[in-house]
């Protein structure tokens, strides 16, 4: 981990509405900085209107983070953008952490509050429709700078500036960029994923997709159709 991480800004939405294939849909994508602290809870941020906790909440999907470092690399990509923190959705914008610095499992204290890490962010519909570039959904998940979420182990306040004071390291050292390539290659090493399917912090939504790919993976090994070693 690299030395002083922190918050650069706590961000949170209200409820709006955005047209999308001729229908009106809510959403909490339009975050903005928020300066005062706000209580980090089981299911996100005080304040904070997620529509969709199946897909973007939930206790394993409660806090997004996501790196100020990135912001250069889309004002640079999309120079007609106006990239604000929170441009995102990022409950969290921060710095002096990255995708490679990161791994599912570890946790950190944020001001009163204990969040772990859980999985990487796929993004849906929305940020596109946020960002109003064609493709542009495809272009963030190519990128690799896709933000972790985390889950709260133990809720409190928190604010902008605080540190990232980590706690404990998750199982197996899988990193969430070694997690967003796990996703993006088809042949990636299968001890690795499979490293990852075992860390009790991933979603089980994510480890049902690595071990189905495994299974997949060890019958092309074998296509006479016997198992392989375990």
Known sequence: MRPMARTVSLNAAAPETLSWRGRN???????????ERRIAG???????HVQDRRMHGGEEQAVYAYPSEHYRYWRETYPGLVLNWGAFGENLTTAGLLEQDVHVGDRFR??????????????????G?????????????ASGRCGW???????????????WEQVSSGPGQVSIAELVAMFRDPGFDPARMAAAARVPALPDSWREQLVSRLARMNMD??????????
């Open 129 to 141: 429709r946020r960002m109003g570039q064609p493709g542009f959904v495809r272009a963030f998940l």
């Open 110 to 127: 944020l001001g009163e509050s204990e969040l772990e890490v859980s999985t990487l962010r796929i993004p849906c519909f929305k940020l």
């Open 149 to 163: 979420y985390l889950r709260v182990v133990c809720g409190g306040e928190i604010g902008p500036d605080d540190r």
């Open 221 to 230: 090994r074998n296509p006479g159709g016997r198992r392989g070693p375990a």
């Open 25 to 35: 849909i809510r959403t909490g994508i339009f975050k903005e900085p928020v300066a």
């Open 42 to 48: 089981r299911y996100g941020i005080s304040g904070d």
